[in-house]
């Protein structure tokens, strides 16, 4: 059995045993009259949320590439977008999802130095949007994690900040290249040549976003509409159980703290992380005996529906041996 058999065999088993595992110990005697009530019509809103904010996220990248002077299709960004779910979950720490956004790219006809390029600028826009949300979160929303005060979480945002600022300012600049040559002085020299060219990759997407700022500031609001319709997702659930009085300010909030986590979890997809950071942020914001299911179904209608699509895409362009050459490399 190859390597791209194996790790989707290990994908599916890890979801269902995860899911089993957060739906049984959520489930109480509430949990059925709960259900009982739930609004079949809020699915189908989901769904339409996340359609929306796929929308939002393939006019960006369409837009990238009219700013990068290069120019894709809409099926093309189509593929882009579901491609990069697809090898997102197949790999530790979702790494295989720029991957897959670089090799639909240049199946499309962007240069792969481009490619690469728009890759960095997509991924830098969206946690930059996170970060920026963070203050007001924090702000609104008392003891979101249990034990850390609101004002540690509000120094670490704002460190990042600074230090995202000062990379960008670094990078436009040329002054930080010293030190990136520096900390490199001890790699061996084919790790050292794969941190040179991240390094300068990340330079060129500093001067892409530079370089038209009306332009990329369009860019940078369909990334937040995109990431928020996404996210209201679970407003659209909690609505189908009859949750009508819940700080709806607070509910995106802790969606969005949470998915910046999930940016930085070493599993597959988040997988695990997302489901247990779920439970501990909304289990007093759900109907009893609920939150397990929701979180369940947040990940199957946000990153496994739109896994399947990419699934299909993928194997449909490049075939199941080049994407097994590529788990290959890891």
């Given amino acids: 059995m190859n390597k791209f058999y194996k790790r989707l065999i290990f994908l599916i088993v890890l979801v269902l045993v995860i899911s089993g595992v957060v739906i049984y110990s959520t489930v109480d005697i509430h949990t059925l009259r709960s259900l009982t009530r739930f609004k079949t019509w809020s699915l189908a809103l989901a769904i339409l949320a996340v359609s929306v904010g796929l929308f939002f996220d393939g006019a960006r990248l369409m837009h990238l590439v ?17 491609g990069n779910y697809f090898l997102a979950l197949l790999t530790p720490g979702a790494t295989g999802g720029a991957v897959a956004q670089l090799m639909f790219l240049r199946h499309a006809g962007v240069p792969t130095g481009k490619a690469a390029v728009l890759v960095i600028v997509r991924t830098l826009l969206s946690i930059f949007f996170l970060i920026l949300c963070m203050p007001f979160i924090f702000m609104h ?17 704002l460190t990042a900040l600074v230090v995202i600022v000062l990379i960008v300012a670094g990078a436009r600049g040329g002054w930080l290249d010293f030190l990136v040559i520096k900390l490199t002085k001890k790699l061996d020299n084919e790790k050292r040549k794969k941190v040179f060219a991240f390094w300068r990759d990340t330079k060129s997407a500093v001067q892409l976003l530079s370089h038209s700022p009306k332009d990329m500031l369009l860019v940078f609001v369909e990334s937040g509409l995109n990431l928020l319709c996404i996210y209201a997702i679970v407003p659209c659930l909690m609505l189908g159980l009859g949750v009508t009085d819940a700080d709806w300010y607070s509910v995106m909030g802790r969606m969005i703290f949470l998915n910046m986590l999930l940016y930085f979890t070493p599993t597959p997809g988040g997988s695990g992380v997302a489901e247990g950071g779920f439970v501990l ?3 007093n914001s759900v109907p009893a005996g609920t939150v397990g299911i929701v979180a369940v179904c947040w990940r199957l209608i946000a990153e496994y529906l739109p896994f399947l699509v990419g699934f299909y895409y993928t194997i449909t362009v490049f075939g199941r041996d080049f994407v ?4 290959g490399k890891e």
């Avoid at 009219?66 to 579901?82: D, G, H, M």
């Avoid at 097994?324 to 788990?327: D, I, T, V």
């Fill in 66 to 82: 009219r700013i990068s002077n290069e120019k894709i299709s809409l099926y093309e960004a189509v593929q882009v977008i579901f």
């Fill in 324 to 327: 097994n050459k590529q788990l």
């Fill in 141 to 157: 929303d008392a003891g979101i994690i249990p034990g850390v005060s609101n004002n540690t979480l509000m120094a670490i945002t």
């Fill in 281 to 283: 942020l909304f289990s």
